[in-house]
């Protein structure tokens, strides 16, 4: 069905979405560490979505293709009305990801961790001890939870709002390099008859159904033991080539030639490294947010 390979799409899509942000934000603020902004160049963040943009290079359309967009665009038109990836937004949070978030409760385990620099199992405390302590730190955790999660479906629906006009251009443009003429006039009338009609609407709504979250519940375990699997081969995979190396491991020599390379001396390494791991085990200790 012609659908299938949209739909699945849009289901990552949407699920990529709400980290993106925090990794263009990244992004940006690495962009003006490294090099800063001179007046007229922009923001970081532009500049960040362009070097995001650049890694996914697309190639221009042919004439043929150029003249068959006219018409894939009616097709995504009639496959996505306006507001429709927002609803599925919205429908796959309240459906799927609300249930999930509320499983858990409030976060008195996070603000715990946070707060302390320890998990509360690492800490081996009691539920109750957790809330206790985490009622100290924040008073309000478990209201301030709950209004968070309330603004997460809105917030979550505004972003795939403001995606849909992207996402309906691409399709049309990949219906036009795709599909013939012929395929084209078969697809669009099948859209303009009432069965067309209600697959166009119903089957966005579809994808937010528990269903689907039951039936990939129910392949976790195997999914997990093909991930332990694919790590056993690659580990196999490269089993015969030397062992890696870190700095210290490194000859006088060895070393050298790195301060050479790199300009910066054998102590300034060593200094870059230490730093390195001195914040990443304050990360370990402190947990995430």
């Known amino acids: 069905m012609i659908r299938r390979i949209f739909i699945p799409a849009a289901s990552l899509a949407a ?37 995001l943009g650049a890694m996914f290079p697309v190639e221009p359309l042919t004439a043929d293709q150029q003249g068959r967009l006219p ?14 990836l927002g ?33 509360p199992v690492d800490a081996g405390l009691t539920e109750e001890q957790t809330a206790a302590i985490a009622a100290l730190l924040d008073p309000a955790y478990e209201e301030r939870h709950a209004r968070e999660m309330a603004v997460m479906p809105t917030m979550m629906r505004e972003m795939m ?28 009338a099948f859209f303009q008859t009432d069965s067309g009609t ?8 579809m994808s937010s159904d528990p269903r689907i979250l039951a039936a990939s519940m129910e392949s976790l375990p195997q999914m997990m033991g093909a991930i332990g699997d694919m790590e056993k081969k690659i580990a196999a995979a490269s089993a015969d080539l030397p062992a ?13 030639k ?13 200094g870059l490294l230490a730093e390195s791991q001195s914040a990443s085990e304050d990360d370990n200790e402190g947990g995430l947010d």
Request: no cysteine.
């Open 161 to 188: 709002t403001v995606m849909e006009p992207t996402m309906r251009k691409a399709m049309a443009e990949l219906y036009a390099i795709n599909f013939s003429q012929k395929e084209l006039d078969d697809i669009e």
């Open 71 to 84: 018409q894939a665009s009616r097709i995504i038109t009639r496959m996505i009305p306006e507001g429709t």
């Open 198 to 205: 209600a697959y166009a609407r119903k089957s966005f709504t």
């Open 244 to 256: 890696k190396r870190s700095f210290a491991d490194l000859s006088t020599a060895d070393k050298a």
């Open 15 to 51: 699920l990529a979405l709400a980290p993106q942000p925090l990794a263009a934000q990244d992004m940006a603020e690495d962009t003006a560490a490294a090099e800063p902004a001179t007046e007229g160049e922009g923001d970081p963040m532009a500049q960040a979505m362009g070097m």
């Open 258 to 270: 790195i301060a050479t390379l790199s300009g910066y001396s054998v102590e300034q390494i060593e």
């Open 87 to 119: 609803e599925m937004m919205g429908g796959m949070f309240d459906k799927l990801f609300g249930p999930m978030a509320a499983l858990g409760g409030a976060p008195a385990s996070a603000v715990v961790q946070k707060g302390i620099g320890l998990s």
